[in-house]
């Protein structure tokens, strides 16, 4: 969902879904996610990478008028020996994966995106969702 709100608003955060009450770009809370200061979400890592891409809300109203509502989203969560692993439906091997065996786990650090980069991988790192490539 995405609500357009007026200049000076206050954050609230309900202590259970929400936790922290900050106002924050797409781009830096990735970034704060990356670095462990704001950790986020599986959902909302993908949805902050898709924010990120318009260049202002001018730019992102215009797509919402123009979208259409599309297919739900259905991850995959695969268990590797570096921690887990979400693979995302638009993934290669979304719809085959079962276990591991046609990825390479070996180093994930290796593999780290920058805020906003696309991706269709998430690793958990020490309790932090961090985007890889393949």
């Known amino acids: 969902f995405i609500v357009f ?10 202590d ?5 009450g900050i106002w924050l770009t ?3 809370a990735l970034e704060q996610n990356l670095e462990g200061k704001t950790p986020l979400s599986p959902p ?3 949805t902050l990478t898709h924010l990120s891409a318009f260049p202002d ?3 992102l109203k215009q797509e919402i008028k123009n979208r259409t509502w599309q297919d739900p989203i259905a991850p995959r969560l695969l268990t ?6 979400i693979l995302e439906p638009w ?9 591991t065996s046609g990825m390479d786990t070996s180093d994930l650090t ?3 995106l920058p805020p906003g980069a696309p991706f269709s991988r998430l690793w958990c790192d020490k309790g932090v969702w961090k985007p890889i490539g393949l």
């Open 110 to 112: 290796q593999k780290l």
């Open 57 to 59: 809300l001018k730019t």
């Open 26 to 28: 797409p781009h830096t």
């Open 91 to 99: 993934d290669p091997l979304w719809e085959e994966a079962s276990d």
């Open 5 to 14: 709100m007026p200049e000076n608003q206050t954050c609230a955060p309900d």
């Open 44 to 46: 909302a890592v993908v």
């Open 16 to 20: 259970r879904e929400t936790k922290h």
């Open 80 to 85: 590797t020996a570096s921690g887990p692993v």
